[in-house]
Each structure stands twice: as structure tokens, then as C-alpha cells.
């Protein structure tokens, strides 16, 4: 099985911003044709499905993150960013990318910490 990296996390006090990357390695998958999403865990909770874009590159996302946070895809570079916004300290989790829904993927995350 091939691997998804994410990079990107950090630590940033509320109202920051940061941007997330997921890279795919060469012989994942076919990447261009895949649906893939960001999701996170809290500590102490599940984890959550946060934004999805289609191959063809139709977004979703869910209601928290809505208007801050945006999702987009790099075909070429097969790759996968999370740019968020407005942060604030109940983004705080790893964050991982997969596709949607997940498949057997996982990598190790990043880290998003929003201080008050």
C-alpha cells in the first residue's frame, strides 16, 4: 500500500491561519480520479470528515469550518492542501488527508494546535 504525508501543522494562536499539504506517493493510486478529503481528531473524540473535493475538483465541507477554511487539489503534483483560516482553539487536532470515503491510507498526521 502506498502512503499519504501530511505536512504543515503547527502551533498559532487563534484568528492565525495555516496551510496543510498531502502529498501521495507515486504508487498509491491514480490520484487524479480519486476523491480525497482532510479529516482530524480531537483528543478524546472520533474522527471527523472536515472538506472533500472531487476530481473534478467540487468542494464540501462541514458546518464549523465553513467560509474559513478552503480545500484544493495539485493533480500534477499529486498533492492535496487545507488552507485554514480564522483559526480557532476548537480546530486544534491531527489532522490527516485520504481519499473519500477513507481508504486504507492513513499517514501520520499533523499536528494543529490554536491557542486562545
Known amino acids: 500500500q502506498g502512503q499519504l504525508a501530511e505536512s504543515g501543522g503547527g502551533l498559532v494562536q487563534a484568528g492565525g491561519s495555516l496551510r496543510l499539504s498531502c502529498a501521495a506517493s507515486t504508487s498509491i493510486f491514480v490520484f487524479s480520479i480519486k476523491p480525497m478529503g482532510w479529516y482530524r481528531q480531537a483528543p478524546g473524540k472520533q474522527r471527523e470528515l472536515v472538506a472533500v473535493i472531487t476530481s473534478g475538483s467540487s468542494t464540501n465541507y462541514i458546518d464549523s469550518v465553513k467560509g474559513r477554511f478552503t480545500i484544493s487539489r495539485d493533480n500534477a503534483k499529486k498533492t492535496v492542501y487545507l488552507q485554514m483560516n480564522s483559526l480557532k482553539p476548537e480546530d486544534t487536532a491531527v489532522y490527516y488527508c485520504?481519499?473519500?470515503?477513507?481508504?486504507?491510507?492513513w499517514g501520520q498526521g499533523t499536528q494543529v494546535t490554536v491557542s486562545s
Open positions: 485520504n481519499t473519500a470515503p477513507a481508504g486504507n491510507y
